[in-house]
Each structure stands twice: as structure tokens, then as C-alpha cells.
């Protein structure tokens, strides 16, 4: 009797203690884990309820800003204040994305490239009073109440304390490795998932004409390399007519040729170049203020995966 006065004793405690206890921070996979807790960072303490979206909620969230992580991979996020003893207040937001490439390339699209780089989680950009970073799975972004040094000292101290507690690593997409050795090191790169993210950074025509999988960009002295990647070669190839049909189309291009390198070229209504070439089952392009035989000079430069033969002049198709 004492043995089944205990098994039911201990099935009544499984059944009805979490009910009891349990509270939103202590869900399994609860994002508030991940929040300074109190005394955790020196002179800074939480302040204020904890905010919590996901999904389809992020666009309550941001107004104006969604678009572009729904774009990348968007699962929830979790923002909370904190305040010091001179009222001022340093707001820290941690967004879950789908995987690290779309944490990336969350962190890359908010990342000027004319910020201080910081060693926090694995990769940090420090400008005015805003902090942005990734680690694995996670981009976070950390804003001060002003740039004084004393907000701006609690805005990294509260971002390497969310750093500290996040976990997991992820690894940058390779396709940077792609570009030319000097895009492929600046600080100002991009990784890209969709129209929103490539067109912020140039509007080379309107619609998805491009319709790729996933596309890296870098910039350099004024100059910016794109590296497109699709699903085979010969869908890679069959994208440059239709690139040529938007150039035509759009209004803004002259000079539009295609050469016996396979490479089309246009001048734009700012005296630029645009340059594209496919490479395997990617497409290299340039924008560049040198001419047409320099750009296709950069292009040589890409290390990209060779063309089949099947797929060649599939891009001469009008």
C-alpha cells in the first residue's frame, strides 16, 4: 500500500506541478533564456515586460522591416529594455532564424560596412549607437539611447552578455569564397535570398527576373561583385536572355551586347557598367564605373565552377 501511495503521490506531482510552476521563460526552447538576467550585466538592469513574436507577428513587430527576414528564414524573436541608473535605456532584440546562413544574412543586410568590427558571437558591427551580430542560429541587435559613452559602453556590454548565453555556431555561406580575393575580403558583403536584399542594394530592374537561389555580394571602392547561385548550370544559362530582356526593357541601359566570352554588357544611365557571365551553376556579375573590358577583365577572377558544353550560347537564345 505504501508503494502505490507513492507511485500515486509522484504520478500527481508529474501531472499537476507543471501546470503549477512552470512560467514563459521556463518553456523548453523559450528565447528568454538567452536575456541578461538581472546582476548580469554591472549597472544595467531588465526593465519593462519582455516582447515575443514569431511567425507571421513580426510584421506587428516591425513596421516597415519584416519583409526582409521573412525573406531570409524568420522563426520568432525577443526583445527586452534595460535601463541604468541615469534613465537611460539600451533595447536588446535576439531573432531566430531558420538556420545560420539566414542569421548571416539577416546580420550582412544590417550591417552598414562603415561600422567598428567587434569581436562579439561571430561577427559583429558597431556604428553610431547600434550593435548588430550573429552566432549560429541568432542575429542580434542591440540599440543605445544615445552614442554617449556611457550608453554606448552598456550597449556592448549587454550584447556580449546575450553573445555569452546564445548557442551554437554556424558556419558563413562559402560563396564569398567565390569572389574575386578582393571583394572576398571587405568588410561590406552581402548574403542575398531574394529581390528584397539584392534590390536595397542596386535596382538593376524590377520583378524577379533573376530568380535564384542564393546570391553573395561585396563591395569595394565603390565597385560591387555578385555571385549568383541556381540549381544547375543550365538554369544559370538560361537566366542571361532574360536578363538581357529586363535591361532592354528597363528604360536606363545602353551599349547592350553580348560577347563571344559569353559575357553580356550594358551602360547605364549613371555611366556604369553592368556585367554578367554565367560560370557553372552560377552567374558572376560587376557593377563598376570602369568600362565594359574591365569588367569582364573582374570577371576572368571569380572562381566559379566550369561550364558544361551541353549548357554554352544557351544564353544566345533570343
Known sequence: MLRQAAWTAALLLVLFAPAALSTQSERPGDLAGFLPPAGRVPGWSPNGDIQRFQGEELFVYIDGGAEIYQEYGFRRVIARDYRNAAGRTVTLEIFEMTDPRAAFGAFSFKASGRGKSVPIGQGADLEDYYLNFWKGSYQV???????SPECLAGVRAIGEAAASLLPSRGTPPDLFERLPAEFASSPHRKY????????????????????FAEAAAAEKGGEWAFLFRFA??????????????????????????????????????????????????????????????????????FRCEPTSRSTRFLFMLQ
Open 141 to 147: 541587435t542591440v540599440t543605445g539611447f544615445d552614442d
Open 192 to 211: 542575398i535570398k531574394g529581390v528584397i536584399g539584392l534590390y536595397n542594394i542596386h535596382p538593376f530592374f524590377t520583378g524577379d527576373v533573376l530568380r
Open 232 to 301: 544547375s548550370a543550365k538554369e544559370a544559362a538560361a537566366r542571361i536572355p532574360e536578363i538581357r530582356k529586363a535591361l532592354e526593357a528597363a528604360g536606363k541601359y545602353k551599349n547592350i551586347a553580348i560577347s563571344a566570352e559569353e559575357t553580356l554588357t550594358a551602360t547605364d544611365d549613371k555611366g556604369r557598367t553592368v556585367a554578367w557571365r554565367p560560370n557553372g551553376r552560377d552567374i558572376s556579375a560587376l557593377l563598376t564605373g570602369a568600362g565594359p573590358g574591365a569588367a569582364k577583365t573582374a570577371l576572368d577572377r
